[in-house]
C-alpha cells in the first residue's frame, strides 16, 4: 500500500497517503502480546477448555454465574487480545477457582493452564497491561466509527501514544519503541496532523505545511480519515453481491443493487 500510495501521489501530487492508523495500533498490540508470553498461553489455552465443552462451561456457570465465558480473540480481530488480557485481570479469582474444579486429565490445555495460574508473575503480567495499555482498545473502537472530525481521530492516536509513555521498564519502553516506529513510518500521518492543527486554528510554519496542498485544499480535509475501516467495511458488504447463489444476476441489476446499497449504508449500520 505505501508503494501503491507513492506511485498514486505522481498522478495526483495533492493526495496525502495514509496507511490506517486502527491497523497500527493493532501493531502496536501483536507486539505486547509477544512481550507476554505467559499470558498469551493462558489465553489461548483458556479458549480450547470450553470450545465445545458443555459440562465444563456448566461448571463454569455453577462458579461464575455472573460473568461471561472466556473470551475467546482473533488475533486478526484488532484489539481483541488486549480485551482479553483485561478480562482475565478483573475476574481472575473467579477463573482460577473454576480451573481448580477441572480434571487435569480431560485436557492438555486445562493442565498447562491449572500450571499456569500457579505462577504469581501471570497475575502481575495482567495487572499491567490492563494499567498500562487498556487505551489501545478504546482507541481502535472510536476510530472504527464513521464521520469523526480529523482534530478528534489525531487526539485519539495521540492520548493513546502519551498513555503509553507512561509505562515503565524494559518491556514498557519496547512498546513504546513500536508505538513511534509504526508512526515515523507513516509519512502522511505527520502532514495530516500539521492540517489538523490549521483547522483548529493553531499557528503553524511555512515549512511544516505539506507539499503542492493551498490553504483552500485544507479547508476540505476537515473531515479526512486516517482509517480503512469504512473500505474494509464495503468490500465485506460488497461481495454479498456476488455470491455463489447468484447465478443470474445481469450487470443492470447489479448496478441497481450497488445503487441501493450505498444509498441505504446508514440504515444497514
Partial sequence: MVK?????KIFNPKMEH???????????????????????KLISNMKKNFLKAPSRVQIFRSIAPNISLPPEPKLTRWGTWINAAIYYCE???LIKRVI???????????????????????ECNLTYIKSNFSALTSAILRLEKTGC????????????????DKAQNKIGK?????????????????????????????????????????????????????TSVDVERSFSSYKTLLTDNRRSFIFENLKESLIVQCNNKDVIE
Fill in 4 to 8: 501503491a500510495g507513492k506511485t498514486l
Fill in 174 to 226: 519496547a512498546v513504546q519503541l513500536k508505538m513511534k516506529t509504526v508512526l515515523e513510518k507513516n509519512t502522511g500521518f505527520k502532514s495530516i496532523c500539521t492540517v489538523s492543527k490549521i483547522l483548529n486554528g493553531e499557528e503553524v510554519s511555512k515549512l511544516e505545511l505539506p507539499e503542492d496542498l493551498n490553504l483552500d485544499d485544507i479547508a476540505y480535509l476537515k473531515f479526512s480519515p486516517i
Fill in 100 to 122: 481448580i474444579e477441572l480434571d487435569e486429565d480431560d485436557a492438555i490445555s486445562i493442565k498447562k493452564v491449572q500450571n499456569l495460574i500457579k505462577d504469581s508473575n501471570l
Fill in 91 to 93: 475476574h481472575f479469582s
Fill in 18 to 40: 495514509i496507511t490506517c492508523v486502527a491497523h497500527a495500533l493493532h501493531r502496536v498490540c501483536e507486539e505486547i502480546r509477544l512481550q507476554f508470553p505467559k499470558v498469551d
Fill in 149 to 164: 472530525l480529523l482534530s478528534e481521530s489525531i487526539k485519539i492516536v495521540l492520548d493513546v501514544q502519551n498513555a503509553i
